[in-house]
């Protein structure tokens, strides 16, 4: 059974504009979240990460919002670059499974110039 | 040089074969991940160990082994492969001494298995 969902398979953005990526998770044990990006031949890198005690981290143009009560995270991504076009996984762990990571099924981004 | 090491990159062969896929990380981290890719599926964890000593099952265990032969090296084996562990498979480490456990990957293994 699928915890951590992504139930946007692909997603196009115009250059310049915002980019909203959505990670819908059940298990309410979840306390931190991950999104990793991954290119064509290339293993999954780490972008940005949210622990349960905060609602919103940011670094640079990525933000990660978390909204507890729904179950869901999002990764806001302003301005949108080409460079950004790659397929984004959303992951969830919590201590009771020893840090497992649940990973989404992607959404692929692509970004127009 | 990179950090997480896969061979082989891509591996083509028949049912009922036993297959080997290697993992090897400069990175100095204790714990270490094997994950398969499919389409519409993510990526699921099939073993993870966080120290020489200690294995784990994780959620498709089935049809697999591993063998943590040092803290650098993490193998998974198919001991007889069947056409539906056709995947894309993925070595993973962590460092467990930070409070935030962030996955490196490897670049993947691309296994066909006919």
């Known amino acids: 059974d699928q915890q951590v969902k992504q139930n946007s398979p692909s997603l196009s953005v115009q250059e310049g504009r915002i980019s909203i990526l959505n990670c819908d998770y059940t298990?309410?044990?979840?306390?931190?979240f991950l999104w990793y990006k991954k290119y064509p031949a290339e293993g999954p890198t780490f972008l940005i990460s949210?622990?349960?005690?905060?609602d919103k981290n940011e670094d640079g143009r990525f933000t990660v919002f978390l909204n507890k009560s729904a179950k869901h995270l999002s990764l806001h991504i302003v301005p949108s670059q080409p460079g950004d076009s790659a397929v984004y996984f959303c992951a969830a762990s919590h201590p009771n499974t020893g840090n497992q990571f649940y990973f989404g099924t992607g959404t692929s981004l692509t970004v127009i110039p | 040089d990179a950090d997480v090491t896969q061979t082989p990159r891509n591996r083509i062969t028949k049912t009922g074969k036993r297959i080997m896929l290697e993992c090897s990380q400069t990175k100095g981290h204790d714990r270490m991940y094997w994950y398969r890719q499919d389409p519409g599926l993510g990526l699921r964890l099939i073993y993870y160990s966080f120290d020489v000593k200690d294995i784990n099952k994780g959620e498709i265990s089935d049809g697999y082994s591993v063998s943590r032969q040092a803290q650098a090296k993490f193998s998974l084996s198919l001991e007889s492969a069947i056409p539906n562990q056709t995947a894309l498979y993925f070595c993973?480490?962590?460092?467990?001494?930070?409070?935030?456990?962030?996955?490196?990957f490897g670049p993947g293994t691309r296994l066909t298995v006919l």
């Open positions: 949210i622990s349960s005690i905060k």
């Open positions: 993973a480490t962590s460092d467990n001494r930070l409070t935030t456990d962030t996955q490196y």
């Open positions: 298990n309410s044990m979840f306390d931190y």
